[in-house]
């Protein structure tokens, strides 16, 4: 590798860690469950104020989602050794075609304007009462689901650009 394409290669990865902490998706509440932490990773992890619980399928101590060290939508330890290695390992979708070219940063901060869009409509209809409670209310009230386009479109949009495939 020539030292042009290694000061690419930097340039790059640090601009895909300016995406991800504009996105900060995967850290929210509408992509995981729970995030893996090693055993040397808990008491830090801790330390820096992230909240563990025991998950009952067995899998040991993990953080719930939203990350607890999620801070107004930025990760508050993402250059820091305490951030789970879990995390800085993961790579959805669009980081992945980023760093191979297949995307422009541009059309992944598009992508990232429509994905924000579309959680902050859900979460807007959401802070009151869980999405749960609302839609069995709604549904009970109207007959129907007033949310489904939005959590719709929100789903698509996970989907296409931040889940990983399971296996």
């Given at each position: 590798?020539?030292?042009?394409?290694?000061?690419?290669?930097?340039?790059?990865?640090?601009?895909?860690?300016?995406?991800?902490?504009?996105?900060?998706?995967?850290?929210?509440?509408?992509?995981?469950?729970?995030?893996?932490?090693?055993?040397?990773?808990?008491?830090?992890f801790?330390?820096?104020g992230?909240?563990?619980?025991?998950?009952?399928?067995?899998?040991?101590?993990?953080?719930?989602?939203?990350?607890?060290?999620?801070?107004?939508?930025?990760?508050?330890?993402?250059?820091?050794?305490?951030?789970?290695?879990?995390?800085?390992?993961?790579?959805?979708?669009?980081?992945?075609?980023?760093?191979?070219?297949?995307?422009?940063?541009?059309?992944?901060?598009?992508?990232?304007?429509l994905?924000?869009?579309?959680?902050?409509?859900?979460?807007?209809?959401?802070?009151?009462?869980?999405?749960?409670?609302?839609?069995?209310?709604?549904?009970?009230?109207?007959?129907?689901?007033?949310?489904?386009?939005?959590?719709?479109?929100?789903?698509?949009?996970?989907?296409?650009?931040?889940?990983?495939?399971?296996?």
């Open positions: 590798m020539t030292s042009r394409s290694v000061v690419h290669s930097l340039t790059a990865v640090r601009s895909a860690d300016d995406l991800c902490l504009q996105c900060g998706i995967c850290c929210g509440p509408h992509c995981f469950t729970a995030g893996k932490l090693e055993p040397d990773e808990i008491e830090p801790r330390a820096a992230g909240k563990i619980v025991i998950w009952p399928d067995g899998y040991g101590e993990r953080f719930g989602f939203p990350c607890p060290l999620w801070i107004d939508r930025k990760c508050s330890v993402h250059a820091d050794p305490v951030r789970p290695k879990n995390c800085g390992e993961f790579e959805c979708f669009m980081l992945i075609d980023y760093l191979a070219g297949a995307r422009s940063r541009e059309e992944c901060e598009a992508t990232i304007a994905m924000l869009n579309a959680e902050t409509r859900v979460d807007r209809v959401r802070r009151p009462i869980t999405r749960g409670m609302l839609v069995r209310r709604l549904r009970r009230k109207l007959g129907h689901d007033p949310l489904a386009g939005a959590r719709a479109e929100l789903e698509r949009l996970l989907v296409a650009h931040v889940r990983v495939p399971s296996g």
